[in-house]
């Protein structure tokens, strides 16, 4: 069993920066891939970046890719996403996900689905303003 646990989010104005934190339990936390996800009012859950085991490998939706950046630290149990140029479209409770079995896949073969997650955090809440 894995338990994830977000924090860092926030209120910050528009072209600000905010850095997301997951902290996962779990002996093997370094077999698996981790993705971040949000999810705006209405709207569906959306994929926003996945790394692999290493940290080697990441992959970012197009409306993230550029300002956010996605790295772990095996050894703390820890993923971040260090969001910059912050827009209120980014504005969203974001998710962390662990998956079990794709933590070795090359780039372009990381995990985006949201059936290919495992294991979830509750969520941190994001707000940026105009």
């Known amino acids: 069993q894995v338990q994830l646990v977000e924090s860092g989010g926030g209120l910050v104005q528009a072209g600000g920066s905010l850095r997301l934190s997951c902290a996962a339990s779990?002996?093997?936390?370094?077999?698996?891939?981790m993705g971040w996800f949000r999810q705006a009012p209405g709207k569906e859950r959306e994929f926003v970046a996945t790394?692999?085991?290493?940290?080697?490998?990441?992959y970012y939706a197009d409306s993230v890719k550029g300002r956010f950046t996605i790295s772990r630290d095996n050894a703390k149990n820890m993923v971040y996403l260090q969001m910059n140029s912050l827009k209120p479209d980014d504005t969203a409770v974001y998710f962390c996900?662990?998956?079990?079995?794709?933590?070795?896949?090359?780039?372009?073969?990381?995990?985006?689905?949201?059936?290919?997650?495992?294991?979830w955090g509750q969520g941190t809440q994001v707000t940026v303003s105009s």
């Open positions: 790394i692999n085991w290493s940290g080697g490998g990441t």
């Open positions: 996900a662990a998956d079990q079995s794709g933590g070795f896949r090359i780039a372009s073969r990381l995990p985006t689905r949201r059936d290919e997650y495992d294991y």
């Open positions: 779990g002996r093997t936390f370094s077999n698996y891939a």
